[in-house]
């Protein structure tokens, strides 16, 4: 597995891989409704490109094949993690983490985690502050605000 930098080139390919990790891996948590909320197939390329840019984003691969990605902000605030489906436990989120923990100097790290990440990061060290329910078109999406202090 190599990490590197996020290239807008890969942008459409993380949207599929997050759509297809958010209805494989994620459903053994959440109902089919709030599956097709989270991840409904039709995100705005040019919005999530810009974010990834302003991020530090990095992807991981498997050979050719994209196979997880992740962001974090300046203030720390880990936006997004996801392995594609079928690498799923082979410690790409654990080497993604691992760099984007460290890609800022900050005081903690801060990510809201769906209840199927929540064990990942808590055995990160990450504590949860809190549970909240999140609306995406009026269906509640159970997640948890969890944070490390680095």
Same mark, same amino acid.
């Given at each position: 597995?190599?990490?590197?930098?996020?290239?807008?080139?890969?942008?459409?390919?993380?949207?599929?891989?997050?759509?297809?990790?958010? #209805?494989?891996?994620?459903?053994?948590?959440? *109902?089919?409704?709030?599956? *097709?909320?989270?991840?409904?197939?039709?995100?705005?390329?040019?919005?999530?490109?810009?974010?990834?840019?302003? #991020?530090?984003?990095?992807?991981?691969?498997? !050979?050719?094949?994209?196979?997880?990605?992740?962001?974090?902000?300046?203030?720390?605030?880990?936006? *997004?993690?996801?392995?594609?489906?079928?690498?799923?436990?082979?410690?790409?989120?654990?080497? =993604?983490?691992?760099?984007?923990?460290?890609?800022?100097?900050?005081?903690? =790290?801060?990510? #809201?985690?769906?209840?199927?990440?929540?064990?990942?990061?808590? !055995?990160?060290?990450?504590?949860?502050? *809190?549970?909240?329910?999140?609306?995406?078109? !009026? =269906?509640?999406?159970?997640?948890?605000?969890?944070?490390?202090?680095?």
């Amino acid at each position: 597995m190599e990490l590197r930098a996020y290239r807008p080139s890969d942008c459409e390919t993380l949207a599929r891989l997050f759509y297809d990790t958010v #209805h494989t891996v994620n459903a053994k948590d959440y *109902r089919e409704e709030q599956l *097709r909320v989270w991840a409904t197939g039709e995100v705005d390329l040019e919005a999530w490109n810009q974010s990834f840019l302003e #991020h530090h984003t990095v992807v991981a691969l498997v !050979g050719n094949v994209l196979a997880g990605f992740g962001d974090v902000d300046k203030t720390g605030y880990l936006d *997004r993690l996801y392995v594609h489906k079928d690498y799923q436990g082979q410690g790409i989120a654990t080497a =993604i983490c691992d760099e984007l923990e460290g890609a800022y100097v900050v005081e903690k =790290i801060t990510t #809201h985690a769906s209840i199927t990440a929540k064990p990942f990061f808590l !055995g990160r060290g990450y504590r949860v502050a *809190r549970e909240q329910q999140v609306l995406r078109q !009026g =269906i509640a999406l159970t997640n948890f605000v969890m944070e490390k202090y680095v």
